[in-house]
């Protein structure tokens, strides 16, 4: 089994409250948005991080993060990419990929409203963890918490860390 902390859009921010739910993952996987390799060099002192860039990082985030980031956990084939819309209104380019090859975990950010669906059409589990930064429009920071267990996704948590803008 596979404990994962999920979390996006932090912009720059890092604090002890998001390095303790890490130190007690397995892997770290950020959606995007990272703002400063400051807060993946943090993560990564701690735990295993996979991530993708957003629409706000730098050149340096870009060449040390994808687009998209594909691979299996365990016996799950997930995608990450921070820009990708939802069940039923995906970007054109992400409809596009799992019309081709849908995972069973996709995973984006940049929208920062925490949500959790299953997507019928494509047999997938789409998840957004909200944004953990303290910057944006969201009114709660939040991260997700879950475990990988051979084929199955299991014991998701939603993380709450309190109101943007404090710590």
Not at 39 to 52: I, P, S
Request: overall charge neutral; some cysteine; charged content about 25%.
């Amino acid at each position: 089994m596979t404990r994962i902390l999920l979390l996006s859009d932090t912009h720059g921010h890092i604090d002890e409250r998001i390095l303790t739910y890490a130190g007690e993952a397995d892997e770290i996987w950020h959606a995007g948005d990272i703002g400063s390799l400051e807060v993946t060099d943090a993560l990564q002192q701690l735990k295993t991080l996979r991530g993708v860039y957003g629409n706000i990082d730098n050149d340096k985030i870009r060449r040390e993060f994808p687009l998209d980031n594909r691979f299996s956990c365990e016996d799950v084939a997930v995608w990450i990419t921070h820009i990708g819309g939802y069940p039923g209104r995906y970007q054109k380019r992400v409809r596009e990929e799992l019309n081709i090859n849908a995972p069973k975990l996709f995973i984006c950010g940049h929208s920062h409203i925490l949500k959790v669906q299953y997507d019928k059409r494509f047999n997938l589990l789409h998840m957004n963890p909200g944004a953990c930064g303290v910057s944006g429009f969201h009114q709660i920071r939040t991260m997700l918490r879950f475990a990988v267990d051979g084929s199955d996704i299991k014991d998701l948590e939603v993380i709450e860390l309190g109101k943007r803008g404090k710590v």
